[in-house]
């Protein structure tokens, strides 16, 4: 069964500080997604991870790709209030034939709620 | 551009009712596909199409129908409502899905439904 894990899956940190949100998956995969999502709002891409090593960065957000491991990581560096927000990671599994035999499309991990205070 | 676009916001049906939610984008991406979100869980995939005329089933099918008759439009059809429909919906467009930078895919504003 294909699994997307994240964790953790809430998380409460205050401004100025650094934290890692965590992305494991279960089967081989080099294309990985890390969106955004406000409250009662859509999703926002953030960094497509396309291969291994792959890094980007924007602002205070850092994301890392290590297809070996199937891990990813969302790293934020002295965190500002305006990044409270859910974050979701998605493996892209193309023509992958597991339980959902065959489907092409994203699957999720169950998303970190981030929430940071002044 | 006006993106990803869908319609109706919100809706409240009842059980056994039929209805229909809209998807549109103008970017001209080949890639559609339907999501649903449920509280403290991630997206999973209902439907996706590949282009006009190719549609196949995701994750959660069932319960849902789906057809691609334009590049455009990708309207997702609730046959007969039932209450573990209450989600919040989300239609997806990206360029293609060979996999570069270019097939991000984009989100749709999303649609609130309620099934009594």
């Known amino acids: 069964e294909l699994k997307v894990e994240q964790n953790p899956l809430f998380l409460s940190m205050q401004e100025g500080k650094n934290y890692t949100i965590y992305c494991n998956y279960s089967?081989?995969?080099?294309?990985l997604y890390w969106y955004r999502q406000d409250p009662g709002k859509s999703l926002e891409s953030l960094f497509v991870?396309?291969?291994?090593?792959a890094v980007k960065q924007e602002g205070r957000l850092m994301a890392s790709l290590d297809t070996k491991a199937r891990l990813s990581t969302l790293h934020i560096t002295a965190a500002v209030h305006d990044l409270s927000a859910t974050y979701f990671c998605?493996?892209?599994?193309?023509?992958?034939?597991?339980?959902?035999?065959?489907?092409?499309?994203?699957?999720f991990g169950k998303g970190t709620h981030l929430i940071i205070q002044p | 551009n006006a993106g990803v676009t869908q319609t109706p916001k919100f809706q409240v049906l009842k059980t056994g009712q039929s209805m229909t939610l809209q998807c549109a984008q103008d970017m001209n991406h080949e890639y559609m596909s339907w999501y649903r979100q449920d509280p403290g869980m991630g997206l999973r995939l209902i439907h996706y199409s590949v282009g006009a005329g190719i549609t196949d089933q995701g994750e959660v099918p069932n319960g849902y129908n789906v057809s691609r008759s334009t590049t455009e439009d990708f309207p997702l059809r609730l046959l007969s409502a039932a209450p573990s429909q209450t989600s919040v919906y989300f239609c997806a467009s990206s360029y293609s899905r060979a996999g570069g930078p270019a097939d991000t895919q984009y989100f749709g504003p999303g649609t609130r439904l309620t099934v009594l």
């Open positions: 089967t081989t995969s080099d294309r």
């Open positions: 998605a493996v892209d599994i193309e023509g992958w034939t597991g339980t959902r035999g065959g489907a092409d499309g994203l699957t």
């Open positions: 991870l396309l291969s291994n090593g």
